[in-house]
């Protein structure tokens, strides 16, 4: 089974990326929660019947519009020495930038890389099926291939399952990759970052897919 959310193109480019903020040294540094939360924003108001999380959305955008929603977003998720190395840091953040817009009933709920694979995977399918990307910290990772998502915020904007295997649509930099959920999971180290899930329990009927709790 394959599932991809629909996504929106800036210049050509998959979604945005910290690279571009050339005039800012630390968004370009460390920016990448922001913008991980910037696309959300977009993709919300795009996708999710909340235009007032990013008025300026379009199926087609600027990197000058993208930049200046990310400039917008950057108190909210201020990059820092250390980075936003906490769910907990990321979910303040960003729910007082989307309560500052008027929206209240989205709520943003932190997923430990502490719990198992197998939860994990059922918890990616799930948000994936309902039509919400899911903002992903990594730390660090034994996986030399993954080392450009260390110490890094990205966004998992689709699955595909082959039997046992879970892969994940990697989106991060402007652009995506497919790798599979297991290795990303198993990262061979106790300091452990996880998943940020969103949800609208005003609006979602009660009783869709699988409660959390059941996870």
Not at 173 to 196: A, F, N, P, V
Request: glycine share 8%; aromatic share 14%; proline share 4%.
């Amino acid at each position: 089974m394959k599932r991809e959310l629909p996504y929106f193109s800036i210049e050509g480019a998959f979604g945005g990326s910290q690279e571009w903020f050339t005039h800012d040294w630390w968004m370009r540094k460390g920016g990448c929660a922001a913008v991980t939360a910037t696309d959300c924003s977009l993709y919300f108001s795009l996708y999710k019947n909340l235009p007032d999380a990013a008025p300026q959305a379009q199926k087609k955008m600027t990197k000058a519009a993208y930049l200046e929603l990310g400039m917008i977003m950057k108190p909210y998720l201020k990059p820092r020495i250390t980075g936003i190395d906490k769910l907990s840091i990321y979910m303040e953040g960003f729910t007082n930038y989307l309560c500052d817009r008027g929206i209240n009933d989205l709520i943003l709920t932190g997923w430990s890389g502490n719990h198992s694979y197998e939860s994990s995977a059922e918890l990616v399918k799930h948000q994936i099926d309902a039509g919400w990307p899911l903002p992903y910290l990594n730390l660090k990772h034994r996986a030399p291939s993954f080392r450009d998502l260390v110490w890094h915020w990205f966004l998992l904007t689709g699955y595909e399952t082959f039997y046992d295997e879970v892969m994940v649509k990697v989106t991060t930099y402007g652009s995506w990759r497919w790798l599979s959920l297991k290795e990303l999971w198993d990262t061979g180290y106790k300091q452990k970052g996880g998943l940020i899930l969103f949800s609208r329990p005003v609006i979602e009927q009660e009783g869709t897919g699988k409660s959390l709790d059941r996870l």
